[in-house]
């Protein structure tokens, strides 16, 4: 198996090579034909994702993963019309991004390229699939796709089709593969050819990109864990602290870019903590608090240090109150994984200092953590958020699925 | 010793909150103080440095080693200006790449910031210590420098130096520190602080840079491997190609930079490979060819498949015969390390195919490979030459050593 996993990943290089190269015209042809070919081919994905819906369901699957693994004729359509869109956005390949000429003449132009060949890691999400085939294409580069056992039979059928459009328009097969073994020695393996694959993007849980990140040997790019705070600071406009508070925790709990703790300046939390706490609770979020919360709110559970560094992605929302904006800061420093961090205020000199101080992918003033999304803000479409620092930090687009080089014209130069 | 190391991390950690928001004034500040002392106490800096040649000495190094790890007053001097003028390049933090308005009114700004903690690992290099430490400061990163066992007095001297001059700029000191465990249990603990430290960036050897990349679970910029390829096309300039070989071979044979494989058109192969080996045997380069070569000058040595693999750093050069630029390219492709390559040509279809399917960090027509790098490429200073794809490729000056973070102003925003 470990042999096979090489050849693919060989293979993977070799297309790359023409990948790298291949026209605007000719991979956005490739994507249409793989919409095209979702469309036509509804009823056998459907047969196909049923036999994964049936395995897991035997298998006593619980029910927020059956619907994260079910496809049905509207997600099928989403993921078409997402090909098709990624197909609308502009190449990011050939930009050039500076370039000098330098006293000796020689010419020198920074120009973005594809990464290469990506291997990518993800869950039972069928979307994904689809998803990661069409960025990947459009940004020039090849792909391993190695998704979980329980979506086998989806994305063999999904990964064909691409197979299929991709020969279609001239390109190589090979350029998308998938990585059928999902038996942990063979992802090693796979995290270990340095030699063919230019990137690991693991798309999934905490779980899942701690794995990718003890094991590559593969440059990784990391995505996706976000603890996120809303702190509230005083002064502020408390209508407005309450509705972002709102929208942050309860909009959409199940994502990486939702609040899970909520930090309140001391001076508003007599008034501020009880009107917020009300609302939270209509909306069903169960509160963790501080000691100094349960004096405005009795019955609130009492929070523990672990509550501080829990990704909840549920209805469940710890609340501290602190003592001024350092403390906020201090906190969010410590206990933040570095994603999105809001505050609340009407303090100029607060704002300047929060986003200064705050160590994270992205900052905001007087607005929901929500709206760390690529679409969002107005990528077009995303491969996921990164919280790392190299390469590419937050939202990250078909720009970040490439790398730069030198592109130097000379006369005959030779160094003095 | 693996708490202190801990303990060091966490302090490099902390205080990076703070080089993070220093002004450009207070760097500036620490690089003229620092440069200072190291002229002020020049007498001690060499003293120092003696007790760890005698070491190397007694040890039975080579003078290739001992050559590196020697100071003398001109090398004192040389560090002395290098911290001066990384003072005058421009501080690369809080330039605001791009921004834009979203329909919904929020403002998205894409700031340049520091990375955070860099821990730099590297050989028997004094001069790298200072060096390392001018471009972290500058780039409001804090640092933890972990050298060879083999230079302990010296970097423990000059570290300190640096510590006092953070001091008197009103920096904090362990902004700079020096791991001076060399136990390699020890660096594996330094590899694995991923709370504590951004990233790791070896600058050594090929053995050195391996170590880094499959112990570390921080994100690793590798630098400096290259196996580079000069191709010699029909048609071409021969002289230009001779003079271009000459250089990229024979100007500084140990530097990554330098070419390792002379790749030859066989049109041109009868009247170019006598012309340009003689020339080449008269600096002293030993040859090393396939069997074409052969066939034109008898008495080369054979090269073996280990030769085209070799970056042999050394007034060695392998020779191959190619029948076209398709396997010229092909050739590079395999066997390059993707860090610097350079055709010599006359066509121009040549020139741009070259430059489109090398996969390279520098891809040159008509110049010397020996341009890679930050000076010659108008950085003003670099911290190496990134081969990777991820975050910088190619020479890596001060704009390198630093990510980006999304900061969002907004007005009570929330997501619908």
Chains 1, 2 share one sequence.
Request: proline share 4%; glycine share 6%.
């Amino acid at each position: 198996m470990s042999d096979q996993i090489q050849s693919l990943a060989q293979r993977a290089r070799s297309s790359s090579f023409v990948l790298m190269n291949a026209s605007t015209g000719v991979k956005n042809h490739f994507l249409f034909a793989l919409a095209e070919r979702l469309e036509n081919e509804k009823d056998a994905i459907l047969r196909e994702n049923q036999r994964d819906v049936e395995t897991a369901l035997l298998s006593g699957m619980k029910s927020a993963f059956i619907d994260r693994l079910l496809l049905h004729e509207k997600r099928i359509e989403e993921m078409s019309l997402g090909l098709r869109r990624v197909a609308g956005l502009p190449d990011p390949v050939g930009e050039v991004l500076e370039g000098v000429r330098r006293p000796n003449g020689l010419l020198i132009n920074k120009v973005r390229v594809p990464l290469g060949v990506l291997a990518i890691i993800f869950e039972a999400r069928p979307n994904v699939t689809v998803d990661s085939i069409g960025l990947a294409v459009k940004s020039g580069n090849t792909v391993l796709l190695r998704g979980s056992s329980s979506t086998i039979h989806s994305n063999r059928f999904l990964v064909a089709l691409a197979r299929t459009a991709l020969k279609e328009s001239g390109l190589p097969e090979d350029a998308v593969s998938l990585v059928e073994s999902t038996s942990h020695e063979d992802v090693k393996t796979l995290l270990s050819l340095r030699e063919y694959i230019d990137v690991a993007i693991p798309r999934g849980g905490a779980h899942l990109i701690q794995n990718v990140v003890e094991h590559s040997l593969i440059p990784v790019i990391e995505t996706g864990v976000g603890n996120c705070h809303v702190y509230v600071d005083d002064p502020a406009d408390l209508v407005m602290a309450e509705r972002i508070i709102l929208n942050a925790k309860t909009q959409r709990p199940s994502v990486c870019n939702a609040a899970e703790t909520l930090l309140v300046h001391q001076a508003v939390a007599p008034v501020f903590l009880p009107l917020v706490i009300t609302a939270l609770r209509e909306k069903g979020v169960e509160i963790r608090g501080c000691d100094m919360v349960k004096r405005y709110v009795p019955d609130v559970i009492p929070a523990t240090e672990e509550d501080w560094v829990t990704e909840y992605l549920d209805l469940i929302l710890a609340v501290k109150v602190v003592p001024d904006l350092a403390e906020a800061i201090r906190h969010i420093n410590q206990y933040g994984t570095r994603h999105s961090e809001a505050i609340v205020t009407r303090d100029y000199t607060h704002a300047q200092e929060f986003l200064a101080r705050i160590d994270a992918a992205v900052v905001y003033v007087n607005a929901s953590t929500r709206f760390t999304d690529g679409e969002q803000f107005g990528m077009g479409a995303e491969i996921g958020i990164s919280t790392q620092k190299l390469h590419a930090r937050g939202p990250m687009g078909l720009r970040e699925l490439t790398t730069t080089k030198f592109v130097v014209y000379g006369s005959g130069q030779v160094r003095e």
